[in-house]
Nanobody, 119 residues
Framework: QVQLVESGGGLVQAGGSLRLSCAVSGRTLSISGMGWFRQAPGKEREPVARITWSGGSTYYANSVKGRFTISRDNAKNTVYLQMNILKPEDTAVYYC????????????WGQGTQVTVSS
């Protein structure tokens, strides 16, 4: 089992920044990658960024490329999403998720944290 707890969401004005954290506990040795997703009201959940657990490879959705940065601190078992130049369309509930070795997709999800960007 892997447990994920997000934090760092809140209300920010357009152009501002937030840093989301995802604390990871449990069977961390079984994790191959971590992802951030978001779901806005009335929309489907979409991928935002991904990082391998080793930290060697990252992926970003085109909508956030150049503004968001995913990183991880393995010593703290924490994954971060630094969000800069926030836009109202970034408003959503943000979730972190864990990929497990030899398992398809994302097997574990956090409870989500709300990010609201005002114009």
């Amino acid at each position: 089992q892997v447990q994920l707890v997000e934090s760092g969401g809140g209300l920010v004005q357009a152009g501002g920044s937030l840093r989301l954290s995802c604390a990871v506990s449990g069977r961390t040795l079984s994790i191959s990658g971590m992802g951030w997703f978001r779901q806005a009201p009335g929309k489907e959940r979409e991928p935002v960024a991904r990082i391998t657990w080793s930290g060697g490879s990252t992926y970003y959705a085109n909508s956030v490329k150049g503004r968001f940065t995913i990183s991880r601190d393995n010593a703290k078992n924490t994954v971060y999403l630094q969000m800069n130049i926030l836009k109202p369309e970034d408003t959503a509930v943000y979730y972190c998720a864990a990929q497990i070795l030899f398992e398809p997709g994302y097997s574990y999800w956090g409870q989500g944290t709300q990010v609201t960007v005002s114009s």
